[in-house]
C-alpha cells in the first residue's frame, strides 16, 4: 500500500479542525445549535439580533469556540454583534482579549473599533496590551472610538474614597434623573406641560429616538407609551416629524424606518437588578410612584417609574402596556411578592402575592451587571 501524500494529510488535519465546532457535539440550547445562534447575530431585525446577544451570553465559554469563527468574517454586523455579546460576557470571555486586540488592529469599521474598545473595558480594562491600546485609539480618527478610549481610560483610574462615597450618595438622591439622556432638555421643550418617563433611548448613525412614557395615562385601556426620533445637526437633536404609539403592532417596523434601518441600532438605557433584590425592588419603586401620584409630585413620580423599568427587559418596557397597566391597578405596590425558580429550567420563574390572589411565571435575562424580567404572564386566582 502506498504511503499518503503528506500534504493530502495535513489538509485533512486542518478540515477537521474547520469543522469541529459545527460535529456532532456541539452544544444546543433553546432549541439551536451555538453555531446558530452565532448566525443569528447577523438577522435584519435588531431585537432578534439582541435576544441571540443575550442568549450567548448566558451560554458563556461554551459559545466563544464559535464566536472566533466570525470574529474576523466579512459581514460588519456578525463582527458587531460577536464583539458586543463578548463585552456582556464580562470575564468569562477574557481569553478573548488577544482576539479583540488583533481585531482592532485590522477593523476598518469605526463603529465596530469603538464596540471592542467597549468590550475590552467590560472583560478587563486593565489586562495586558489593553491599557497601551486605549491610549493609542485616543488618535483614531473616529470620534466614537476616540470617546470609547477616553471611558476605557477612565475606568483604569480609582476613584478617591470620599469623592465615591459623595457621587454613590448623590446617584442615590437624585438617581435616574440625574443620568443626562441626551434628549431629554430636547423632549421637556417638546412636551411643555407634560411630565414623562424615558424608558430607553435607541441610536443609530447620526438619528436618536426616544421611548417615552407620558405621566396621567396609566389607564388600563390606553396607557401612552410614545416614540419621538431626532437628527443630529451641527450636534443638536432637532425632532423629525411627530411622535407614534410604541404599542401599534408595527411599531418595531416604524422605529426602523424612522431611524433609517434595522441594523446598527444600540439600545441606551441602565437595566439590571440582583436576583435576591428584585422582590423588595419591584416594591419600593411602586410604592413610590403610587405614592409620588397621589400627592401630584410628578418628578418623583416619573422617577420611580424610570427606575422601574430597570428590572424590565426592553421589550417589555418599550412595547408593551404591561408597566402601566401594572401601575395604574396597583399590582406592583399591594401586598409583598415572593419569587422562586422553576426546577430543572433556572431561566424560569414563578412568584407569588403574599395574599395569593395573583401569580405570575417570566423569564429573567442578564443586563448590565444584574437582570430583567421578560415574559411576565400573571395569572389571577378566582
Aim: charged share 30%; aromatic share 6%.
Amino acid at each position: 500500500m502506498r504511503p499518503m501524500n503528506p500534504a493530502i494529510i495535513l489538509f485533512l488535519l486542518v478540515a477537521l479542525l474547520t469543522l469541529a465546532p459545527g460535529c456532532a457535539s456541539e452544544p444546543e440550547f433553546e432549541g439551536k445549535l451555538v453555531s446558530e445562534w452565532v448566525n443569528v447575530l447577523r438577522h435584519d431585525d435588531w431585537t432578534v439580533r439582541e435576544h441571540a446577544q443575550t442568549t450567548l451570553s448566558r451560554i458563556g465559554k461554551p459559545a466563544i469556540p464559535y464566536m472566533k469563527r466570525g470574529l474576523r468574517g466579512k459581514d460588519p454586523t456578525l463582527r458587531r454583534g460577536i464583539v458586543v455579546t463578548l463585552g456582556m460576557m464580562a470575564e468569562t470571555a477574557r481569553e478573548m482579549i488577544p482576539w479583540l486586540l488583533r481585531q482592532i488592529a485590522v477593523e476598518q469599521v469605526a463603529n465596530i473599533r469603538a464596540e471592542i474598545l467597549k468590550s475590552l473595558a467590560k472583560i478587563d480594562a486593565k489586562a495586558s496590551g489593553v491599557p497601551e491600546e486605549f491610549k493609542k485609539r485616543l488618535r483614531d480618527q473616529d470620534a466614537e472610538v476616540q470617546d470609547a478610549a477616553k471611558a476605557g481610560l477612565a475606568k483604569l483610574v480609582a476613584p478617591k474614597p470620599e469623592k465615591a462615597k459623595k457621587k454613590v450618595e448623590k446617584d442615590r438622591r437624585k438617581g435616574l434623573a440625574q443620568q443626562k439622556f441626551a434628549l431629554r432638555d430636547v423632549l421637556a421643550e417638546l412636551m411643555k406641560g407634560t411630565s414623562f418617563g424615558i424608558a430607553a433611548e435607541l441610536e443609530r448613525e447620526d438619528r436618536r429616538a426616544a421611548i417615552v412614557w407620558q405621566l396621567g395615562n396609566t389607564e388600563k385601556t390606553a396607557p401612552k407609551m410614545m416614540a419621538f426620533v431626532f437628527e443630529k445637526q451641527r450636534e443638536k437633536w432637532v425632532a423629525d416629524g411627530e411622535g407614534f404609539d410604541m404599542l401599534d403592532p408595527d411599531a418595531a417596523g416604524k422605529l426602523a424606518l424612522a431611524l433609517g434601518g434595522s441594523d446598527k441600532q444600540q439600545v441606551i438605557r441602565p437595566c439590571g437588578v440582583s436576583k435576591e433584590k428584585l422582590s423588595s425592588y419591584l416594591g419600593t419603586r411602586a410604592q413610590a410612584f403610587s405614592k409620588a401620584s397621589e400627592e401630584k409630585k410628578d418628578a418623583e413620580a416619573v422617577l420611580a417609574y424610570e427606575e422601574l423599568t430597570h428590572a424590565f427587559s426592553f421589550r417589555t418596557v418599550a412595547f408593551s402596556d404591561l408597566l402601566p397597566k401594572m401601575l395604574a391597578a396597583g399590582t406592583l405596590a399591594g401586598s409583598p411578592w415572593s419569587f422562586e425558580a422553576v426546577k430543572d429550567d433556572k431561566n424560569s420563574w414563578q412568584g407569588k402575592q403574599a395574599e395569593g390572589k395573583i401569580t405570575v411565571k417570566f423569564e429573567l435575562r442578564p443586563c448590565n451587571q444584574g437582570f430583567v424580567i421578560a415574559n411576565w404572564q400573571e395569572k389571577t386566582a378566582p
